[in-house]
């Protein structure tokens, strides 16, 4: 579903993604961690649409993203890395702005964004403008209007930032959820718990390049460690540079 | 003191970085271009003033009455200007800027962050006024001889002025953010902007500038440019500063020095005390304005009405992006007061074409009606392009932080420009015609007049439009904390140029066909040949340039929104 080739971002005075090329299947939920600065957040940016490469070629669900960008982004749930949003429309109003760009069937929304917005507990925000929401609560918006016209990508950046331990779990139980029900999620982070609970496969990305990906297995293999967390694993393969 | 300035340190630094930025062609081309129309404007008002008191100087008995009447008048409006524009910036700077939350987490007191915060927006609101009124004096020293204590003492009383008006904005704020409900600082706004167009009104209605073209009532108007009372009490700052360069002007340096010494007194009086009330004020109206603000009006619903199935006729993209644009618009207070602006500008517009005393010139009236109604079509297109430059030019700048819901969403950056095009052309559109139209209606133009002025302003309607999206796009800066104010930067003043520019070669095409058949249907006969070919090919390049200022720019605007 998301097949990156080559993949390049060159900022004129920072190198920020440098060839990467990644596959992820269909039903898969894949991690992208490293450190600051690394290049997770222009990946995900590329990959969204927002950001154009310097070279390389995106793929996403079958539309290379650089020929026809509208279908493939159709076919995504963005979640940023922070919550701007348009301050002056209500929970509700937003839902709907995005539901008539990303073509929600219109006898559906009401309803959907009705399950979806009691699901991450804004319901009763629903009419309040989006300026007196919490960072949470923005940020569970985002997610929610992600979600509201069923992507069969979902590309997330720093998922947990902001959210209370209930909005976590919750959150949590989604993405596995979407994940049984064969949707791709791409998450980018720092908190290496999660990435350790909810990801099939993990790519470890430092300044530009993808060091190393696979299963948390294969990762300890590659690392020659034998039992150890994902943060050891992380800080060997920073420490050491490890290629693929 | 020395927080003081280690607050101010940031915003000194960032100026000198900005001015360091790794493109340094581009930055010196920006201050050649800023300087140059500095410098015409600068230079523009010199002549101006100069003139005037030349005239002035050469009416006998009257003259010298209407220059210091004239001293009076620009140091109140520039009091009232510093006035103004400081209760904006104050409004800023002090509650609304993004950074005091972080300045107020530091261990420094209250007090030195509105201290210093003040002196940046006194600063900021003072500079362009104390720039533009040296040529004014200039030419006040120079036509009067005046020796140098007069540049000495107009020098000082302009920073007293600026001081004063700073002080007093402050307080104004402090009072405001205090007795106001948390999160309505912004309702100030509104208020003057509603004061700014009942003083435009009033001040228009008085002045009644019609009164100068006729010669026979000259007398009169002097009477009554004497007699107009600008207030001269001595109890009023403008009064002593008034005074003291009016003095200097006449070599009475005592009387000079005494008015100089009374507004400085005053002033540092008024900081000490701005500063005993922030000290106390300050951070309880700073901890109010950050409280979540409320609606201040809640939607207007009767009964199955929506005013969105008004827009039903419009593809479902379009009608999403023309609701949240219209949301979003309105639900700003900060853009209420430039609509109430703008509507004083266009009555104000209308009012000056019904009082035009056409009917007492030497010139025929049948020439004239249709001279001003051709000039009024580049006066409409004017007033347009400033209209545009507020507010379709910050218009993809307004999306702010949020611009990555556009990058994200399955429309492509050009189809969300034509969008953005069209929410301001319709209704752009309508206000053009009904400008051009009932100022025609008023001069009681021939149909032909009529008929020209509506499609010339049909077809500029869309370039001026076009090309305020198009550069808005290109200049968009989506991190500004004021996006409405991109259009002081220079992409704005590249707009402005580029429409004046297009809208003077639509004119200056027209002009001369539009003589000819003029002419033709005043004395009868026909067009020549010669005379068809050339209207034929002016209509042609004007209607082209339209075109392509409209599908070019937003074709680069497109393209670069794809690479920011």
């Given at each position: 579903m998301i097949k990156l080739e080559e993949l390049t971002k060159d900022y004129g005075t920072t190198l920020a993604v440098n060839k990467l090329s990644?596959?992820?299947?269909?039903?898969?939920?894949y991690g992208f961690i490293g450190p600051n600065g690394a290049g997770k957040t222009t990946t995900i940016r590329l990959m969204g649409g927002i950001l154009a490469p310097t070279s390389g070629k995106i793929i996403i669900g079958g539309y290379d993203?650089?020929?026809?960008?509208?279908?493939?982004?159709?076919?995504?749930?963005?979640?940023?890395?922070?919550?701007?949003?348009?301050?002056?429309?209500?929970?509700?109003?937003?839902?709907?702005?995005?539901?008539?760009?990303?073509?929600?069937?219109?006898?559906?929304f009401e309803k959907?964004?009705?399950?979806?917005?009691q699901q991450f507990a804004l319901w009763d925000w629903a009419d309040e403008l989006i300026e007196a929401y919490s960072h949470g609560m923005k940020q569970r918006l985002i997610i929610a209007t992600a979600l509201l016209h069923d992507p069969r990508i979902l590309i997330i950046?720093?998922?947990?930032?902001?959210?209370?331990?209930?909005?976590?779990?919750?959150?949590?139980?989604?993405?596995?959820?979407?994940?049984?029900?064969?949707?791709?999620i791409f998450i980018s982070t720092h908190t290496l718990s999660i990435a350790e609970d909810l990801c099939h496969r993990i790519g470890l990305i430092h300044k530009g390049t993808l060091l190393a990906q696979g299963s948390l297995d294969e990762l300890k293999h590659i690392a020659k460690l034998g039992e150890a967390r994902l943060e050891e694993v992380f800080l060997t393969i920073i420490k050491e540079n490890t290629f693929i | 003191m020395n927080t003081i300035f280690a607050l101010i340190r940031p915003r000194v630094l960032s100026a000198v970085n900005n001015l360091r930025q790794s493109n340094k062609k581009n930055n010196w081309a920006r201050i050649l271009m800023y300087g140059t129309l500095g410098l015409v404007f600068w230079i523009g008002t010199f002549i101006i003033f100069y003139r005037v008191l030349l005239y002035f100087q050469s009416v006998q008995d009257f003259g010298n009455i209407l220059a210091m009447k004239l001293i009076s008048m620009i140091i109140m409006t520039f009091f009232m200007l510093l006035l103004f524009s400081n209760i904006i910036n104050c409004l800023s700077h002090l509650y609304l800027s993004h950074d005091l939350p972080l300045l107020h987490s530091l261990p420094v007191s209250s007090r030195d962050i509105f201290f210093s915060r003040w002196i940046i927006s006194a600063f900021d609101s003072s500079w362009?006024?104390?720039?533009?009124?040296?040529?004014?004096?200039?030419?006040?020293?120079?036509?009067?001889?005046?020796?140098?204590?007069?540049?000495?003492?107009?020098?000082?009383?302009?920073?007293?002025?600026?001081?004063?008006?700073?002080?007093l904005s402050g307080m104004i704020v402090?009072?405001?953010?205090?007795?106001?409900?948390?999160?309505?600082?912004?309702?100030?706004?509104?208020?003057?902007?509603?004061?700014?167009?009942?003083?435009?009104?009033?001040?228009?209605?008085?002045?009644?500038?019609?009164?100068?073209?006729?010669?026979?009532?000259?007398?009169?108007?002097?009477?009554?440019?004497?007699?107009?009372?600008?207030?001269?009490?001595?109890?009023?700052?403008?009064?002593?500063?008034?005074?003291?360069?009016?003095?200097?002007?006449?070599?009475?340096?005592?009387?000079?020095?005494?008015?100089?010494?009374?507004?400085?007194?005053?002033?540092?009086?008024?900081?000490f005390i701005n500063n005993t009330f922030a000290q106390i004020a300050y951070f309880k109206g700073f901890s109010k304005s950050?409280?979540?603000?409320?609606?201040?009006?809640?939607?207007?619903?009767?009964?199955?009405?929506?005013?969105?199935?008004?827009?039903?006729?419009?593809?479902?993209?379009?009608?999403?992006?023309?609701?949240?644009?219209?949301?979003?618009?309105?639900?700003?207070s900060s853009q209420w007061p430039q609509l109430f602006l703008m509507a004083a500008l266009i009555a104000i517009y209308l009012y000056n074409f019904s009082v035009l005393p056409l009917d007492q010139s030497p010139v025929k009236t049948i020439y004239l009606q249709n001279l001003f109604s051709f000039l009024n079509i580049g006066l409409a297109a004017s007033v347009l392009s400033a209209i545009s430059a507020r507010f379709v030019f910050p218009a993809v700048s307004m999306e702010g932080e949020a611009f990555w819901i556009i990058q994200a969403a399955p429309v492509s950056t050009k189809k969300f420009l034509w969008i953005k095009f069209f929410l301001y052309y319709i209704p752009l559109l309508i206000l053009a015609e009904v400008l051009v139209i009932f100022s025609n209606l008023l001069l009681r133009v021939s149909s032909f007049m009529m008929f020209l002025s509506t499609i010339t302003l049909f077809c500029l309607v869309p370039a001026v439009v076009g090309l305020a999206t198009g550069l808005g796009a290109i200049y968009a800066d989506f991190k500004s904390e004021n996006p409405a104010q991109v259009v002081t930067g220079f992409g704005g003043l590249l707009f402005m140029i580029l429409s004046f520019s297009l809208i003077a070669l639509v004119i200056i095409l027209e002009a001369g066909p539009i003589y000819y058949i003029f002419m033709v249907q005043l004395r009868g006969g026909s067009l020549?040949?010669?005379?068809?070919?050339?209207?034929?090919?002016?209509?042609?390049?004007?209607?082209?340039?339209?075109?392509?200022?409209?599908?070019?720019?937003?074709?680069?605007?497109?393209?670069?929104?794809?690479?920011?």
């Open positions: 990644l596959n992820v299947g269909a039903g898969e939920i993203m650089a020929k026809n960008s509208v279908e493939g982004k159709k076919m995504i749930g963005f979640v940023p890395d922070r919550p701007f949003l348009y301050e002056k429309l209500t929970g509700m109003e937003f839902m709907r702005f995005s539901a008539d760009l990303y073509g929600v069937p219109r006898d559906i959907k964004a009705r399950e979806l917005l950046d720093e998922p947990m930032v902001g959210l209370d331990p209930a909005a976590v779990y919750m959150v949590k139980d989604i993405l596995k959820e979407l994940a049984s029900r064969q949707t791709t | 362009m006024i104390v720039a533009f009124s040296l040529p004014v004096f200039l030419s006040y020293g120079i036509i009067y001889k005046a020796d140098v204590i007069y540049y000495v003492v107009f020098l000082i009383a302009m920073i007293f002025m600026c001081l004063i008006a700073a002080v402090l009072f405001g953010a205090r007795i106001l409900p948390a999160g309505r600082i912004r309702t100030i706004l509104i208020l003057l902007g509603v004061m700014m167009v009942m003083i435009l009104i009033f001040i228009l209605r008085l002045t009644r500038p019609e009164q100068l073209v006729n010669p026979d009532s000259f007398a009169s108007v002097v009477l009554y440019l004497n007699s107009m009372q600008t207030p001269n009490s001595p109890f009023l700052p403008t009064t002593w500063i008034t005074e003291a360069i009016k003095a200097a002007l006449h070599h009475e340096t005592k009387n000079a020095l005494f008015n100089i010494a009374l507004t400085g007194t005053f002033a540092f009086m008024l900081i950050q409280t979540t603000p409320r609606r201040l009006f809640y939607p207007f619903k009767y009964k199955s009405f929506n005013w969105e199935n008004l827009l039903s006729f419009l593809p479902r993209e379009s009608k999403a992006f023309a609701v949240k644009e219209i949301r979003t618009f309105f639900r700003d020549s040949f010669i005379q068809m070919i050339w209207t034929v090919c002016s209509f042609g390049l004007a209607f082209l340039l339209c075109l392509s200022a409209v599908f070019y720019t937003i074709h680069l605007g497109g393209k670069s929104l794809l690479i920011k």
